[in-house]
């Protein structure tokens, strides 16, 4: 699948643009990083990587509380957001 990208951030509309900036400024506070240097790994596909490798690795844990943690969180970040309109 080939990555999308708005061609600039008023193509997102207001809305979503204030919204990823304050998701990415929240996560990058919350980890103890920069968030400018957060945005740019982030935009390079690490989102996508890191819910791909979470969904393995939960299907390989012993701890049943952690993996119903995760599955939750991968539920609420892929299930919860699809767009009712596809790819």
């Not at 993996?67 to 309109?85: C, G, V, Y």
């Amino acid at each position: 699948m080939q990555p999308h990208a708005l061609p600039d951030a008023a193509a997102a509309g207001g809305d979503l643009a204030d919204l990823c900036v304050s998701a990415v400024t929240t996560a990058a506070w919350d980890l103890g990083l920069d968030p400018a240097l957060f945005a740019e790994e982030l935009a390079q596909g690490e989102i996508g990587l890191m819910i791909h490798y979470l969904a393995e690795a939960s299907e390989r844990l012993d701890d049943l509380e952690l993996r119903a943690r995760i599955d939750a969180l991968l539920h609420r970040l892929t299930a919860w957001t699809e767009s009712a309109e596809g790819p």
